[in-house]
């Protein structure tokens, strides 16, 4: 199943500039995600990370990975918040053109937590790999 621009926004809290996932291409709900990062030269941290010689930076695809990972849970009204990256692997580079592949399989549902594989991949070459744990908290809490 593909999930349109508009779900995504229902069950991810981000928005612009921090919304990662631009598009869901397969969701098999509780066991596995694809989805894309259209990386654009308009994305503000390519500013800084380097003015020269854009490279996106590696905590941002961290990001869009754990973004991506968290659509594949459904919490209901609860929200999917970070709770642990373990294992994570840089191997390549992401520069603004790139279109990255985001994939996560679940390892672990519980009630209040979940965890994933991830990877993302750029024209078929992997660049990250991780895997990540998520709490489902009430909204609102502090």
Same mark, same amino acid.
């Given at each position: 199943m593909s999930v349109s621009t508009s779900e995504i926004m229902q069950r991810l809290p981000h928005?612009?500039?921090?919304?990662? &996932?631009?598009?869901v291409d397969a969701?098999?709900?509780?066991v596995s995600i694809a989805a894309?990062?259209? &990386?654009?030269?308009?994305?503000?941290?390519f500013t800084g990370h380097f003015p020269e010689n854009p490279i996106m930076p590696g905590v941002m695809i961290v990001e869009a990975l754990a973004q991506a990972g968290g659509l594949l849970f459904d #919490? +209901?009204?609860?929200?999917?918040?970070?709770?642990? #990256?373990?294992?994570?692997?840089?191997r390549g580079i992401v520069r603004p053109?790139?279109?990255? #592949?985001?994939?996560?399989?679940?390892?672990?549902?519980?009630?209040?937590?979940?965890?994933v594989r991830s990877k993302?991949? &750029?024209? +078929?070459? #992997? &660049?990250?790999?991780?895997e990540i744990t998520y709490s489902f908290i009430e909204r609102g809490i502090k």
């Open positions: 928005r612009y500039p921090f919304l990662m &996932v631009d598009r969701l098999a709900s509780g894309v990062k259209n &990386v654009t030269a308009n994305e503000p941290y #919490i +209901g009204e609860r929200l999917c918040v970070l709770a642990r #990256i373990d294992n994570v692997k840089f053109g790139d279109q990255m #592949i985001l994939e996560a399989e679940a390892l672990a549902t519980m009630s209040a937590m979940g965890k993302a991949s &750029v024209e +078929g070459r #992997i &660049v990250v790999t991780a």
